[in-house]
């Protein structure tokens, strides 16, 4: 769906939008008080007000946008057990097994990212045999004597 952006802009939907309007039409493209007002449904001193109060900055044209977290919501006891499993050669998906079984619910990508800004790199890829797996995913036994 795509919007008619000159309708958009000359015919004001919401509140804000048209009172930016309306101050904008006074101040920037220097049309009288009495047009505006009679274009936007406005009374003449609610246009004056409006152009008052933005003046003053009482009136807020652009409302300011609430952001997310700016912290990491995982505990840092739970950071220093990922980083010390890491230490210990466990990767990240073996590392979320045990936090899991913990009791801990931390996803693999967070865990990846928690390494990534403590400075750890991925590890290499390990072989089916230091899995002790074959490449049918059964286990490799020990050898017999």
Same mark, same amino acid.
């Given at each position: 769906?795509?919007?008619?952006?000159?309708?958009?802009?000359?015919?004001? +939907?919401?509140?804000?939008?048209?009172?930016?309007?309306?101050?904008?039409?006074?101040?920037?493209?220097?049309?009288?008080?009495?047009?505006?007002?009679?274009?936007?449904?406005?009374?003449?001193?609610?246009?004056?007000?409006?152009?008052?109060?933005?003046?003053?900055?009482?009136?807020?044209?652009?409302?300011?946008?609430?952001?997310?977290? #700016?912290?990491?919501?995982?505990?840092?006891?739970?950071?220093?057990?990922?980083?010390?499993?890491?230490?210990?050669?466990?990767?990240?998906?073996? +590392?979320?097994?045990?936090? #899991?079984?913990?009791?801990?619910?931390?996803?693999?990508? #967070?865990?990846?990212?928690?390494?990534?800004?403590?400075?750890?790199?991925?590890?290499?890829?390990? #072989?089916?045999?230091?899995?002790?797996?074959?490449?049918?995913?059964?286990?490799?036994?020990?050898?017999?004597?």
């Amino acid at each position: 769906m795509q919007i008619d952006l000159v309708e958009f802009f000359t015919n004001p +939907i919401s509140n804000r939008q048209k009172q930016y309007e309306a101050v904008r039409a006074v101040v920037i493209d220097h049309l009288a008080v009495d047009i505006v007002a009679q274009k936007f449904g406005y009374q003449v001193s609610t246009v004056y007000s409006l152009v008052r109060n933005a003046k003053a900055g009482k009136l807020k044209l652009f409302p300011e946008v609430a952001k997310g977290p #700016t912290k990491r919501r995982t505990p840092v006891p739970v950071q220093q057990t990922i980083i010390r499993y890491r230490k210990e050669n466990i990767s990240s998906p073996d +590392i979320h097994n045990k936090m #899991t079984a913990e009791g801990h619910r931390v996803s693999t990508k #967070t865990i990846e990212r928690i390494l990534n800004e403590a400075g750890f790199n991925k590890l290499k890829r390990r #072989t089916n045999k230091q899995l002790g797996i074959t490449k049918k995913n059964k286990l490799i036994g020990e050898r017999s004597q």
